[in-house]
């Protein structure tokens, strides 16, 4: 009795370390899916960038939602998104590499990666036990003096105390660098408590507080450690700028895609962008003056330029003359367009002498109508009268 108590004992054990050892399904909130995504070791902070069928993005700004490392699965980053989001694309080296567009079907999915064109999909879940616990987060931007170097956030909500990291100074920044340079990390939405510090910790802001928590925030940190915080990217707080437009006469319906190149901020959600107005000679927009970038395509988004019409001036009104999906040029003021090849408006032609109609009070009037043929009628009885005349005469 004991040794076959002791075998069904045994037989539990290992059925519930079998149970224990399999993947777990995923359990997404409602309308999320996860996205796993596994990339080779030299493709550093990789990111997600994604989309519907209808061109509708999912972020504001390339590369779009950092991936995050999942602790219990060693290789794999995961990313949530809307599931109404079914195309991705995975980069990372801030933006360097990239796949192409990976279609996700709006579900689970485990994205496997060798290179930028070697990529595998699976809807079968390629990782042990459930994805991390879904958390809203936001992101901290902060730009800081030249001289810090690593810099770190701390993150915590007031006034009970509790952290976001373990230990001080908390989670390093990513940022290329640069006195321009926006360093940058994601931490829970229920912050409402920062410290931006640098040189592991020597150097720091005093204790950034009662900004709204739930919103992402950029901080610009001065030599004397003073800090502003914003609720946009103040380089795109400048006044909307004008963009006019001539194209060839066959690209129908035209419209804008505008951006800020290089941090691929899109002024419009979704391709191909924004409807252009003819106003006179010039399609024209109003758009965000923080824009640099424009693509101008018609007939539906078939016909387009490129996207050379990039780093311009911001904060400008701009004039681009497009005469095919490569030539054009752009000014920051009106530019002559050439209209030789504009079509050209032909006249109706004139009515021939035989075609000269009656007129029309005469053909609204009867009365007048019967005058005119009395007088032509006389006319031809005095010409017959007078060749009469003229045959008599020479008979004579």
Do not use: C
């Not at 567009?101 to 070697?118: M, Y």
């Not at 043929?373 to 005349?389: F, K, S």
Request: avoid cysteine.
């Amino acid at each position: 009795m004991k040794k076959a108590l002791a075998l069904v004992m045994v037989v539990a054990l290992l059925l519930s370390a079998v149970v224990i050892a399999a993947p777990v399904a995923v359990a997404a909130p409602d309308g999320m899916v996860v996205v796993y995504i596994n990339v080779p070791d030299d493709w550093e902070d990789p990111h997600l960038w994604a989309w519907d069928d209808a061109g509708n993005n999912v972020f504001t700004t390339w590369p779009g939602g950092e991936a995050e490392a999942d602790p219990n699965n060693s290789g794999w980053h995961y990313h949530y998104l809307p599931n109404w989001a079914n195309n991705v694309i995975v980069s990372a080296n801030d933006g360097e590499v990239q796949t192409d567009a990976l279609q996700t079907e709006g579900r689970d999915v485990w994205i496997t990666i060798t290179s930028p064109a070697e990529v595998e999909i699976s809807f079968d879940q390629l990782t042990d036990g459930e994805a991390p616990e879904y958390v809203e987060r936001i992101t901290v931007y902060a730009r800081v003096p030249a001289d810090w170097a690593a810099p770190s956030l701390w993150a915590w909500l007031d006034p009970d105390g509790t952290n976001v990291f373990d230990a001080w100074p908390g989670g390093e920044m990513r940022g290329s660098g640069g006195e321009e340079e926006w360093y940058r990390l994601r931490v829970p939405s229920w912050v409402n408590s920062v410290i931006i510090n640098a040189n592991d910790g020597a150097v720091q802001t005093d204790d950034i507080q009662a900004f709204e928590s739930g919103r992402d925030i950029w901080v610009i940190v001065t030599e004397d450690l003073t800090s502003e915080v914003y609720y946009e990217n103040p380089d795109l707080m400048v006044p909307n700028i004008t963009v006019r437009v001539h194209v060839p006469a066959d690209w129908e319906n035209p419209n804008l895609w505008a951006w800020s190149h290089p941090d691929g901020t899109n002024a419009f959600s979704a391709w191909p962008g924004e409807p252009l107005t003819l106003v006179g000679d010039w399609y024209e927009i109003e758009v965000p003056g923080w824009v640099n970038s424009f693509i101008v395509n018609a007939n539906g988004g078939t016909v387009q330029t490129g996207d050379n019409i990039s780093e311009v001036e911001t904060g400008r009104d701009i004039w681009i003359v497009v005469t095919g999906a490569e030539t054009y040029t752009y000014d920051y003021a009106e530019i002559a367009i050439d209209t030789a090849d504009e079509p050209v408006e032909i006249p109706e032609p004139t009515p021939t002498p035989e075609e000269t109609p009656v007129p029309e009070e005469l053909a609204n009037d009867g009365s007048l109508f019967w005058i005119v043929w009395l007088i032509a009628g006389v006319g031809v009885l005095a010409a017959i009268i007078v060749v009469i005349v003229k045959r008599k005469k020479i008979t004579v």
